[in-house]
């Protein structure tokens, strides 16, 4: 393969690669030298080095001479223009010497001003930078002056002030004080300045809350003075409208009626409540958004004040002044909760009242459980029912207090009970049962006054004249005295107390039917058991029978003063007991007589066995009947009552006589016994009959059943037909015994015709006995 031959270069390629690589482009304001690179590279590739530099000088070469044509063809301007220039330049160095002479001359005129110059601008600057800084200052001054002046605000109370102070400080508009690290610190200041507000007006509160737990006590007696006399003037009132009497302070009747005066308990010349520092703070928390904060912490203060009201234990002694802060520690309450809007709910002040309340409730009866002075129940009551009274006409609701008051007047009708019972039986046993003096009229109509008498009875006593003797004993009327007593006791306590007035109307008829069967009747009756005074045991009956009375005039009586005040019917049930007892005391009068009776010696000495009859009644018994009719019409008692008596006397002979007969203490008698007593029991019952009594029915038995002995007519008596028509009254077991003791006799006897009688009677009796087994055994 042959050689490659070279390129050559000629003179135009050459010049034609210099000009691309703008070397000799003269409208080229820059040399891209970075062209030549390639070209010296392709040179030195064809080793044509030589000739390319000879083509490059011979191209400077022709340069040069071009350049030397063209200055010598214009060198005469040139030198020309050169020439004018070194004149221009020697005027303008002759210019800038006499302008450097002008400007140091100048300069050496206007330094002094220069100076001055700056000395005025400087001034200014100064002055314009003190104007800001007085204003800044100012504007200082005045801020802290706001901040120092709400710390005076605080001090002096002015709460409301300080706080919108700072309000003012917050809502200044933006100015160059705003960005200074001083008015940013007064603004971070500020929450600890309402801290500080807060916490004073917190303290002027809490200071006038002990302020107001010192002055309750004022308040509550301010109010219970003014309802006192509230109730005073109604009672006033009362008195004179009878239509008004049913009527208590605070119903309906009273309300309207009630004339008011402008009296308020808390703002009077005695005593002026400030509510300011509750409602200044009140405001600021509301302000501060923090009111639920200072209602709670309100609500646990008078939490607390009122937990401090009532001691434990609680002090009687004590009461009226403990219940004068209630009445005042609620008062207030009422008025906050009427006067601070949304601040106090109902609730809150109910949740303190019912707590209160029931603490009390449970003090009270733990320090009267074991009294027993009525009076002391009496006083809890009169404290208790005047801050009721009071507390009703702030709308506070009572019913518990009442409750209270119900279960402390059970108690204390109790007490009462015990105290008045005690006095009763020492009044029945002191009684001497004898009827009751009075020597002049008033005395009389003081006791009249007192009793319980029908009608008919008052009037028959009023018209008999001074001095008498009243148909009841001393005893009777100090009851009845003492009765009335206890019923004013029993409802002064209830005086003003709101409840229904059947439960209390109840409770009196309990207490008065205990009162007067417990220690009235049963007294009576164990008296009348431990006495054999006959006029005594005359006089309880009469007495028994007036207390028979009182309880219905007692009981209608007490109706007709309830009914007027709307209260329930009274009913007393005690004149049963009464009458039991009274029935007990006419027994006792009869065992009396009877056992008066058993000491005549005639009744014991009968002869049993007598040989013959007796032709006349045995003598012991004119003397029996005489004194028998004596002594009961000589009874202080009722025609009917003295009839008892007789009847029971007799009755009680007629058994000695039919004991006689049929009884075990006689072994054995005979005939002529049996006539000699029917002789008797035919004189008794004469006597009887001609002194106007006829007890022939007592001795029915008795002769009926010696008939059938002293007519032989044991066999009529066997045949049932018979026995039921003729000898209805015989019981067989009697006839029976009175058979035995006559075949006794008879067997015990010599002769054969009474032992025959005898063996006879024996038979009668066995076959008797066979009649009814067992009947009135």
């Known amino acids: 393969m042959p050689p490659r ?12 690669q210099l000009q691309q690589i703008h070397l000799l482009d003269q409208a080229s304001s820059s040399e891209n030298l970075e062209q030549l690179g390639p070209i010296i590279k392709q040179i030195h590739a064809n080793r044509q080095q030589e000739a390319y530099l000879r083509t490059l000088q011979a191209l400077i070469e022709s340069k040069d001479a071009e350049i030397e044509s063209i200055c010598g063809d214009n060198y005469q301007e040139f030198i020309s223009s050169v020439s004018t220039l070194f004149s221009i330049k020697s005027y303008t160095t002759n210019l800038r010497e006499k302008i450097t002479t002008l400007d140091a001359s100048v300069s050496q005129v206007g330094k002094s001003l220069v100076e ?3 000395a005025l601008l400087q001034t200014k600057k100064t002055a314009a930078n003190l104007d800001e800084a007085i204003d800044g200052l100012q504007a200082c001054l005045r801020v802290l002056d706001v901040v120092n002046r709400v710390g005076e605000m605080i001090k002096e109370g002015k709460y409301w002030s300080a706080l919108r102070s700072l309000e003012d400080i917050e809502s200044m508009p933006p100015t160059s004080l705003s960005t200074t690290p001083l008015f940013q ?6 929450p600890s300045l309402r801290t500080q507000i807060k916490d004073a007006v917190t303290a002027s509160m809490k200071q006038w809350l002990l302020d107001i737990r010192n002055v309750s006590a004022q308040i509550g007696q301010l109010a219970l003075d003014a309802m006192d006399l509230r109730t005073r003037r109604w009672r006033s009132r009362r008195e004179k409208d ?5 009527s208590r302070v605070g119903s309906a009747v009273e309300v309207i009626s009630y004339e008011k005066t402008e009296y308020n308990v808390l703002d009077n010349d005695q005593l002026k409540v400030d509510f300011k520092p509750l409602y200044e703070c009140i405001h600021i928390y509301t302000a501060l958004d923090s009111l639920d904060e200072i209602r709670r912490s309100y609500q646990a203060d008078r939490k607390a004040q009122s937990d401090l009201i009532i001691p434990e234990p609680l002090p009687l002694s004590s009461l009226p002044s403990i219940a004068q802060e209630i009445v005042g520690y609620f008062i207030v309450e009422n008025h906050v909760l009427n006067t601070t809007g949304s601040f106090r709910s109902e609730r809150e002040v109910e949740d303190l009242w019912e707590a209160l309340i029931n603490r009390l409730s449970k003090a009270v009866e ?7 002075d009525p009076d002391t129940f009496l006083k809890v009551k009169e404290a208790l029912l005047g801050a009721v009274m009071t507390l009703e006409s702030y709308s506070y609701s009572t019913g518990s207090i009442h409750s209270l008051i119900l279960r402390l007047f059970e108690k204390y009708a109790n007490i009462l009970e015990i105290k008045f019972g005690k006095r009763f039986e020492s009044i029945v046993a002191q009684d001497d049962f004898q009827p009751m003096y009075v020597e002049k009229t008033s005395e009389k109509d003081e006791v009249l006054d007192t009793v319980w008498l029908t009608r008919e009875q008052r009037e028959q006593l009023i018209r008999s004249p001074a001095p008498l003797n009243l148909p009841w004993s001393q005893g009777f009327y100090l009851c009845c005295q003492d009765i009335r007593s206890f019923v004013h006791n029993f409802y002064q306590f209830i005086e003003g107390v709101s409840q229904h007035h059947r439960n209390i109307d109840d409770l009196l008829s309990k207490s008065l039917d205990a009162i007067l069967m417990t220690y009235i009747s049963e007294s009576i009756a164990k008296r009348a058991q431990s006495t054999s005074n006959l006029s005594q045991l005359a006089q309880i009956i009469t007495n028994l029978e007036h207390f028979e009375i009182s309880c219905a005039e007692l009981e209608r009586s007490l109706t007709n003063i309830r009914s007027s005040q709307r209260g329930g019917t009274i009913r007393v049930k005690a004149a049963a007991s009464f009458a039991a007892t009274r029935t007990k005391a006419i027994a006792r009068l009869t065992e009396v007589i009877s056992s ?6 005639g009744l014991s000495e009968y002869d049993w066995t007598p040989k013959t009859r007796q032709d006349m009644p045995s003598g012991y018994l004119y003397d029996l009947v005489n004194w028998l009719t004596t002594v009961v019409d000589s009874l202080a008692l009722k025609d009917a009552y003295k009839e008892e008596a007789y009847r029971g006397a007799v009755g009680y002979l007629a058994s000695c006589f039919m004991d006689f007969l049929t009884g075990r203490d006689i072994p054995m008698l005979n005939e002529n016994a049996v006539a000699n007593l029917i002789m008797d029991v035919d004189f008794l ?28 007519a044991v066999n009529a008596y066997l045949v049932a037909s018979i026995r039921q028509t003729s000898y209805a009254t015989v019981k067989p077991k009697r006839l029976q015994a009175l058979l035995e003791k006559l075949a006794r006799y008879g067997l015990e006897c010599r002769d054969a015709p009474s032992r025959e009688r005898g063996e006879k009677r024996r038979k009668e009796a066995e076959a008797v006995g066979r009649l009814f087994p067992g009947e009135n055994r």
Request: hydrophobic residues 30%; charged residues 35%; proline residues 3%.
């Open 685 to 712: 019952d004469e006597e009887f009959k001609r002194s106007g009594h006829s007890y022939s029915a007592a001795f029915t038995e008795l002769r009926s059943t010696a008939s059938v002995v002293m007519s032989d």
């Open 5 to 16: 031959r070279r390129p050559q270069f000629t003179q135009e390629s050459i010049d034609q």
């Open 185 to 190: 610190h007064v603004l971070s200041s500020l």
């Open 116 to 118: 001055k110059k700056k």
């Open 242 to 246: 009878a239509m008004l009497k049913s």
């Open 366 to 372: 733990d320090v009267l459980r074991n009294e027993k």
């Open 596 to 601: 008066k009776l058993d000491d005549y010696p």
